[in-house]
């Protein structure tokens, strides 16, 4: 789940890590403006990462489900 999840997490923090240094160079401190461009990376990089995220999923539950007969 971890490698999952990276994809989005990571753009979100690049993200954000960009948008907090502009806040601190313009001093402008608005707590709502870094949630749009956030959405905005999260959707995009799921857009991007959705087939290989499935993929990955995909073979997991396979190999969680070929794996049930040898625990009994």
Do not use: H
């Amino acid at each position: 789940m971890v490698i999952v999840s990276a994809p989005p997490v990571l753009a979100s923090m690049v993200v954000g890590l960009a948008v907090s240094i502009l806040q601190a160079t313009t001093q402008v401190q608005e707590q709502t403006l870094t949630f749009v461009p956030k959405v905005v990376a999260v959707f995009g990089s799921l857009a991007i990462a959705g087939p290989w995220i499935g993929a990955q999923l995909v073979r997991f539950t396979r190999t969680i489900f070929e794996g049930f007969p040898s625990l009994f």
